[in-house]
Protein backbone atom coordinates (compact mmCIF):
# COMPACT_ATOMS: atom_id res chain seq x y z
CA UNK A 1 0.00 0.00 0.00
CA UNK A 2 3.28 2.34 0.36
CA UNK A 3 2.49 4.97 -2.69
CA UNK A 4 -1.20 4.26 -2.94
CA UNK A 5 -3.94 6.40 -1.94
CA UNK A 6 -5.49 6.73 1.48
CA UNK A 7 -8.96 6.24 -0.20
CA UNK A 8 -7.39 3.14 -1.48
CA UNK A 9 -6.11 1.57 1.80
CA UNK A 10 -8.75 2.09 3.98
CA UNK A 11 -11.26 -0.24 1.85
CA UNK A 12 -8.75 -2.57 1.57
CA UNK A 13 -8.89 -6.11 3.07
CA UNK A 14 -6.73 -5.39 5.83
CA UNK A 15 -8.62 -2.35 7.57
CA UNK A 16 -12.27 -4.30 7.01
CA UNK A 17 -10.96 -7.80 8.12
CA UNK A 18 -9.49 -5.74 11.71
CA UNK A 19 -12.05 -2.99 11.91
CA UNK A 20 -9.89 -0.31 11.76
CA UNK A 21 -11.84 2.77 12.27
CA UNK A 22 -10.56 6.47 12.46
CA UNK A 23 -9.87 7.59 16.38
CA UNK A 24 -9.27 11.25 15.78
CA UNK A 25 -9.21 13.90 13.11
CA UNK A 26 -6.04 13.94 10.28
CA UNK A 27 -3.35 16.48 11.94
CA UNK A 28 -1.35 18.36 8.89
CA UNK A 29 2.42 17.65 9.40
CA UNK A 30 5.31 20.23 8.01
CA UNK A 31 5.81 19.69 4.12
CA UNK A 32 2.47 19.14 3.50
CA UNK A 33 1.73 15.55 4.79
CA UNK A 34 -1.00 14.30 6.82
CA UNK A 35 -1.38 12.18 10.16
CA UNK A 36 -4.13 9.87 10.06
CA UNK A 37 -4.50 7.51 13.14
CA UNK A 38 -6.67 4.21 13.36
CA UNK A 39 -7.59 2.08 15.58
CA UNK A 40 -10.18 -1.31 15.87
CA UNK A 41 -13.61 -0.27 16.73
CA UNK A 42 -13.66 -3.23 18.92
CA UNK A 43 -13.79 -2.75 23.05
CA UNK A 44 -11.08 -5.68 23.52
CA UNK A 45 -8.11 -4.49 20.93
CA UNK A 46 -9.28 -0.76 20.79
CA UNK A 47 -6.16 0.24 23.19
CA UNK A 48 -3.77 -2.31 22.34
CA UNK A 49 -3.47 -1.45 18.63
CA UNK A 50 -2.98 1.59 16.58
CA UNK A 51 -2.40 2.13 12.59
CA UNK A 52 -1.04 5.52 12.30
CA UNK A 53 -0.42 6.55 8.04
CA UNK A 54 1.25 9.48 6.95
CA UNK A 55 0.17 10.57 3.73
CA UNK A 56 2.43 13.03 0.93
CA UNK A 57 0.54 16.23 -0.74
CA UNK A 58 -1.15 13.78 -3.01
CA UNK A 59 -3.04 12.05 -0.36
CA UNK A 60 -0.71 8.66 -1.01
CA UNK A 61 0.72 6.56 1.92
CA UNK A 62 4.26 7.27 2.43
CA UNK A 63 4.76 6.10 6.17
CA UNK A 64 2.60 2.93 7.70
CA UNK A 65 3.21 2.51 11.73
CA UNK A 66 1.54 -0.44 13.48
CA UNK A 67 1.60 0.00 17.37
CA UNK A 68 1.02 -2.64 19.48
CA UNK A 69 1.05 -2.67 23.33
CA UNK A 70 4.01 -4.78 24.59
CA UNK A 71 1.72 -6.13 26.71
CA UNK A 72 -1.00 -7.33 23.73
CA UNK A 73 1.87 -9.51 22.35
CA UNK A 74 2.97 -11.34 25.67
CA UNK A 75 -0.18 -11.87 27.04
CA UNK A 76 -0.46 -15.98 26.35
CA UNK A 77 -4.01 -16.08 25.31
CA UNK A 78 -4.24 -12.63 23.16
CA UNK A 79 -0.61 -12.86 21.92
CA UNK A 80 -1.58 -14.74 18.57
CA UNK A 81 -3.68 -12.04 17.54
CA UNK A 82 -0.53 -9.97 17.89
CA UNK A 83 1.07 -11.83 15.87
CA UNK A 84 -1.92 -11.94 13.27
CA UNK A 85 -2.40 -8.17 12.81
CA UNK A 86 1.43 -7.55 12.91
CA UNK A 87 2.38 -10.29 9.51
CA UNK A 88 -0.95 -9.06 8.46
CA UNK A 89 0.22 -5.43 8.74
CA UNK A 90 3.31 -6.17 6.82
CA UNK A 91 1.87 -8.15 3.74
CA UNK A 92 -0.56 -5.13 3.45
CA UNK A 93 1.90 -2.53 3.25
CA UNK A 94 5.52 -4.19 2.24
CA UNK A 95 5.83 -4.17 -1.66
CA UNK A 96 6.08 -8.41 -2.86
CA UNK A 97 9.99 -7.73 -3.25
CA UNK A 98 10.26 -6.49 0.27
CA UNK A 99 7.73 -9.01 1.45
CA UNK A 100 10.02 -12.02 0.15
CA UNK A 101 13.28 -10.41 1.94
CA UNK A 102 11.53 -10.11 4.99
CA UNK A 103 9.97 -13.68 4.59
CA UNK A 104 12.11 -15.40 7.77
CA UNK A 105 10.62 -12.75 9.69
CA UNK A 106 6.93 -13.72 8.50
CA UNK A 107 7.27 -16.63 8.83
CA UNK A 108 8.83 -16.20 12.59
CA UNK A 109 5.00 -14.62 13.40
CA UNK A 110 3.43 -17.51 11.47
CA UNK A 111 2.92 -19.49 14.67
CA UNK A 112 -0.12 -18.31 16.01
CA UNK A 113 0.10 -20.80 18.73
CA UNK A 114 -2.05 -24.04 19.44
CA UNK A 115 -5.43 -21.93 20.12
CA UNK A 116 -6.03 -20.93 16.52
CA UNK A 117 -8.79 -22.77 14.12
CA UNK A 118 -6.92 -24.08 11.22
CA UNK A 119 -8.81 -25.97 8.18
CA UNK A 120 -8.20 -29.95 8.82
CA UNK A 121 -5.09 -30.80 6.80
CA UNK A 122 -3.60 -27.87 6.58
CA UNK A 123 0.04 -28.12 7.91
CA UNK A 124 1.22 -26.62 11.13
CA UNK A 125 2.90 -22.95 11.20
CA UNK A 126 6.61 -22.75 11.01
CA UNK A 127 8.04 -22.71 15.09
CA UNK A 128 10.12 -19.90 16.25
CA UNK A 129 13.33 -20.75 15.30
CA UNK A 130 15.88 -21.11 18.44
CA UNK A 131 17.93 -18.37 17.57
CA UNK A 132 15.51 -15.89 16.10
CA UNK A 133 16.61 -13.48 13.70
CA UNK A 134 17.18 -9.82 14.62
CA UNK A 135 13.74 -8.45 13.97
CA UNK A 136 11.62 -11.14 15.72
CA UNK A 137 14.45 -10.33 18.66
CA UNK A 138 12.72 -7.21 18.83
CA UNK A 139 9.36 -8.33 18.31
CA UNK A 140 9.38 -10.81 21.35
CA UNK A 141 10.96 -7.45 23.53
CA UNK A 142 14.69 -9.20 23.50
CA UNK A 143 15.92 -6.09 21.44
CA UNK A 144 15.85 -2.72 21.34
CA UNK A 145 15.68 -2.07 17.39
CA UNK A 146 16.40 -3.21 14.59
CA UNK A 147 15.24 -2.73 10.93
CA UNK A 148 15.76 -3.94 7.43
CA UNK A 149 16.66 -1.77 3.97
CA UNK A 150 14.59 -2.95 0.93
CA UNK A 151 15.90 0.16 -1.15
CA UNK A 152 12.43 1.68 -1.38
CA UNK A 153 11.33 0.62 0.98
CA UNK A 154 12.61 0.39 4.80
CA UNK A 155 10.93 -1.39 7.73
CA UNK A 156 11.97 -0.54 11.54
CA UNK A 157 11.15 -2.22 14.66
CA UNK A 158 11.17 -0.38 17.84
CA UNK A 159 10.49 -0.78 21.16
CA UNK A 160 9.73 1.83 23.47
CA UNK A 161 9.69 2.16 27.39
CA UNK A 162 6.97 4.42 29.36
CA UNK A 163 9.46 5.43 31.64
CA UNK A 164 13.11 4.42 32.55
CA UNK A 165 14.09 1.11 34.36
CA UNK A 166 13.11 -2.79 33.48
CA UNK A 167 10.79 -3.13 30.69
CA UNK A 168 7.66 -3.31 31.55
CA UNK A 169 4.83 -5.09 29.75
CA UNK A 170 2.19 -3.22 30.98
CA UNK A 171 3.15 0.20 29.90
CA UNK A 172 5.75 -0.71 26.92
CA UNK A 173 4.87 -0.50 22.85
CA UNK A 174 6.38 -1.58 19.98
CA UNK A 175 6.72 -0.15 16.60
CA UNK A 176 6.27 -1.63 13.41
CA UNK A 177 6.96 1.39 10.73
CA UNK A 178 7.57 1.33 6.93
CA UNK A 179 8.38 4.13 4.97
CA UNK A 180 8.96 5.00 1.45
CA UNK A 181 12.11 6.46 0.45
Not at 14 to 35: K, M, Q, S
Not at 51 to 66: P, Q, S, W
Not at 86 to 94: D, E, G, K, S
Not at 149 to 167: H, I, M, S, Y
Request: with cysteine; proline share 6%.
Amino acid sequence: MLGRALSKAVNDEFFRWFHLVRYEAARELADGATWHGFRPDGEKFRELVTVNLETDRAGCIADAKLCLDRAFIEHPKDGPFARDITATFLRWVLPEAAQKEAGGFLQELGDLGPNVIRFKGAPAPVMSAPDPSALHRVYLGRDKDAAMDFGDVALRLTNLQARDGPRDPQHDWIWIRVVRR
